[in-house]
């Protein structure tokens, strides 16, 4: 079957603009997951859904971030203001509850 | 905050030998899992190894799992060139779901 789905691949954005990542998890899986990976890094957490609430929220950086997942199935990650910081791959996954997380390509986001 | 630490943070072989990678985390786990990443995009699961369990074994992997020294290890038997990539350890905690990644292993395999 499909795999965890992210789009846009790239995105280049200038300072100050705001720009949403979309997240298609595998079918069935009630539970997504953000992280954020900087180069030579591993993967740090974001934020965490189970169905449509968000249940972990403690690694979002600031109010700049929010996440929603309004149906339960495909989520978008908002950041607003973007900052020269934020620049980094933004990977999602899925998982049945307590298990195997499958990952997503990601998207590589660049603010310039 | 990274959790698990890595060890060696490079590592280069010639094909065919083995590939050991350690990873030390800090809490207690519910599951300690394995990936590999290639070019810095997608993380492909490896093996998920849980509390309870103290080895496992999937086709040319093997991932051994201490919790007395809060120690994992994966061994890569008869190394592929295919087999280049970074292997990140990661954690979850008895009711959280986050996982917590270590900062990787860069392995390279000579043909």
């Known amino acids: 079957g499909a795999g965890v789905s992210q789009t846009p691949s790239n995105k280049v954005t200038e300072k100050g603009k705001y720009v949403e990542l979309r997240c298609d998890p595998i079918s069935g899986h009630t539970a997504l997951y953000w992280y954020r990976q900087s180069l030579g890094q591993g993967p740090e957490f974001l934020i965490y859904?189970?169905?449509?609430?968000?249940?972990?929220d403690s690694g979002l950086p600031n109010d700049r971030f929010f996440a929603v997942r309004p149906e339960g199935s495909v989520s978008t990650l908002k950041i607003q203001r973007t900052e020269r910081g934020d620049s980094a791959v933004y990977l999602c996954?899925?998982?049945?509850?307590?298990?195997?997380?499958?990952f997503g390509p990601g998207t590589r986001l660049t603010v310039l | 905050s990274q959790q698990g630490e890595e060890d060696p943070q490079a590592l280069s072989i010639q094909e065919g030998e083995n590939a050991t990678m350690n990873c030390s985390y800090k809490t207690s786990i519910n599951n300690l899992q394995w990936y590999r990443q290639n070019s810095g995009r997608g993380l492909v699961h490896l093996i998920l190894?849980?509390?309870?369990?103290r080895e496992k074994h999937s086709g040319r992997l093997r991932v051994t799992l201490d919790t007395s020294k809060k120690s994992s290890s994966l061994l890569i038997t008869a190394s592929r060139a295919a087999d280049t990539a970074s292997y990140f350890c990661?954690?979850?905690?008895?009711?959280?779901?986050?996982?917590?990644f270590g900062q990787g292993t860069r392995l390279t395999i000579n043909p």
């Open positions: 990661a954690t979850d905690e008895w009711g959280a779901q986050k996982l917590v």
């Open positions: 996954a899925s998982s049945l509850e307590y298990n195997e997380q499958f």
């Open positions: 190894i849980r509390s309870n369990e």
């Open positions: 859904f189970q169905g449509t609430g968000a249940a972990d």
